[in-house]
């Protein structure tokens, strides 16, 4: 196996991709939304509670997709929580960045741990069409946290 | 191994690899696999040559000028004509409407027999479960815009259509039938003579969708007798911004124009316009010359095959192919019942069909198609969001089997 297959489809994703944690319908859910890739039929849904204190307390996900969609969102689903949504922002702004090959930015202040933990979704840089699995769930949490409209890979809203 | 799975025993299993320069020039290490000729059949040399030596020696405008290169052009696209309608035995090369593409003679032709008077508000179309968007959604269009029924006739978890459903829903209102030669998702051949002749008795117009027959199959539509035969050209080996519609001479004759302009008119004033004859009523505009050079290049080279040759060729790939695939763990095949042509759906249990195409991809350089194939209803009563799709070309031999089986159990290691 050559080593972007490696990296790409490295064992934690895998781990994630097989046993997706926090996944399920949010009871108590403040915001949710749901995201779709019209590419290749990807589904995810998002639901989050948000405290009182706009911190992120939960945050779970249901869908269906492949490996990377599924990882990445199981991994959101750990990172985002207990973060206020400018800081949700810039994890994924960094994030993205990096999933698209660009790694000329230092992780923001304070988060170098969770870009870290997400660095292991860059795997997908070497595959332009698969970066949108990787950024999807992402697209949904942040449209939940907005307004919860329907979201598309691109983070286009449908 | 027996004699009929070994392709070198019969009509030999040498592929026609060498006339497709993209194999040569495949930048890779890894030898190229390509399996999604559904998707869009690479272009044999003779096809480049012909569009190259078209616009390097007789390109011009057709039906316009007077000076000889125009009329070599005419002569060249009009000769086109008259192959498409020799290969698909059409009776005049006047029923072959050159169009886009298969998506843009369906458009073309739900939206000409929409103003034609021929289908009314109230009746009925019917289509399939195993149908192409391309040949669903500007009927769709049409339901809304004339307030048509739409009835559709199911697949059974065989894997074969329900005929008997069909017949039945040939009944008043219906008033016209499209429906796929071969599934570009399961290969599956559907028994179109049949369903022609059933929807023929009950004077209900047919449309078949020929996308995945025409490279596979000799066509024969006057046999058939469908009032409506519809393909690409970059599914026959020709260039892409090439299509048909042939269309039985006197239903043609009664459709409206679809896009207007030049090379459609006979004559122009600002009260009135009057329109030519089929097909150049349908051909509004300077349309697709070298493409039409092409596309007449892609058929000579086919019938230089034979189809005695291809049929043979990929029915032993196909019968390799599907004994293969199950000998891998986790392979389930999307069911097909009686005759498949060119394609194998299948998904591994589990695992994505993105994560297999990209594995495929990279570790074998095995091009494969992964999603919904265009045909969402079927994946929905497949209870699947996606399938992996191998299918077949001339260039394709009994390696490219091996490669993608010996891919599909790198993925079994890697999602283990």
């Known amino acids: ?158 | 191994m027996p004699d009929s799975l070994n392709p070198s025993a019969k009509s030999e299993g040498q592929s026609r690899k060498s006339d497709f320069p993209i194999f040569a020039n495949n930048p890779r290490d890894l030898p190229l696999i390509y399996l999604d000729s559904g998707a869009s059949t690479q272009k044999p040399q003779a096809v480049i040559d012909a569009t190259s030596h078209f616009y390097a020696h007789d390109y011009a405008n057709i039906h316009r000028g007077v000076y000889r290169l125009s009329q070599v052009a005419t002569h060249a696209y009009e000769i086109g004509r008259e192959t498409v309608a020799r290969f698909i035995h059409s009776p005049s090369p006047d029923s072959i409407v050159f169009t886009r593409g298969a998506t843009e003679s369906f458009n073309l032709l739900a939206d000409c027999l929409g103003r034609s008077g021929l289908i009314k508000a109230g009746d009925r179309i019917v289509l399939t479960e195993v149908e192409h968007h391309a040949n669903i959604i500007p009927w769709q269009m049409l339901r809304d815009r004339l307030g048509l029924q739409l009835a559709v006739v199911p697949l059974m978890d065989s894997g074969a259509l329900d005929l008997d459903e069909f017949e039945r829903l040939l009944q008043p209102p219906t008033r016209l039938v499209s429906f796929t030669h071969i599934s570009n998702v399961t290969g599956l051949v559907n028994p179109v003579a049949r369903m022609v002749a059933a929807a023929a008795a009950r004077g209900v117009m047919t449309v078949i969708d020929g996308c995945q027959a025409v490279a596979h199959r000799p066509v024969n539509v006057e046999q058939l007798g469908c009032d409506f035969y519809i393909f690409s050209g970059h599914k026959l080996y020709g260039p892409t911004g090439t299509g048909v519609l042939y269309g039985r001479g006197d239903l043609l004759g009664k459709l409206p124009p679809y896009q207007t302009g030049g090379d459609m008119i006979t004559t122009v004033t600002f009260a009135e316009t009057r329109f030519q004859p089929p097909p150049q009523r349908f051909e509004a505009g300077t349309p697709n010359i070298a493409g039409v050079v092409g596309l007449t290049a892609a058929i000579g080279y086919v019938e230089s095959l034979g189809f005695d040759w291809i049929v043979a060729h990929e029915k032993q790939l196909l019968e390799l192919g599907l004994k293969r695939l199950q000998t891998i763990d986790r392979v389930k095949i999307i069911p097909v019942s009686g005759d498949r042509s060119g394609a194998i759906s299948f998904t591994l249990e589990g695992i994505h069909p993105h994560d297999i195409a990209t594995v495929l991809d990279d570790h074998s350089n095995v091009a494969v198609r992964a999603g919904h194939h265009c045909a969402q209803p079927l994946m929905q009563r497949l209870g699947l969001a996606a399938t992996i799709r191998a299918s077949l070309g001339v260039y394709n031999d009994r390696d490219c089997i091996e490669a993608l089986a010996m891919g599909l159990e790198q993925v079994n290691r890697i999602f283990k």
């Open chain 1, 1 to 158: 196996m050559n080593n972007e297959l490696r990296e790409l489809y490295q064992d934690i994703i895998l781990d994630h991709g097989r046993h997706p944690r926090n996944f399920g319908e949010l009871a108590g859910a403040t915001h949710h939304a749901h995201g779709h890739n019209p590419l290749c039929g990807d589904t995810v849904t998002v639901f989050l509670i948000m405290g009182s204190d706009g911190r992120v307390q939960r945050v779970t996900f249901m869908g269906h997709g492949c490996a990377i969609s599924m990882a990445s969102a199981s991994m959101m689903t750990e990172v985002a929580v207990g973060k206020t949504e400018a800081e949700v922002e810039a994890i994924f702004g960094e994030f993205q960045n990096r999933a698209k090959g660009d790694l000329t930015h230092a992780a923001p202040k304070g988060f170098e741990d969770e870009i870290e933990r997400l660095d292991a979704l860059t795997g997908v840089s070497a595959y332009p069409s698969r970066v949108k699995c990787a950024v999807l769930p992402w697209h949904a949490m942040r449209s939940a946290l907005a307004d919860g409209a329907e979201v598309t890979s691109d983070g286009g809203k449908e």
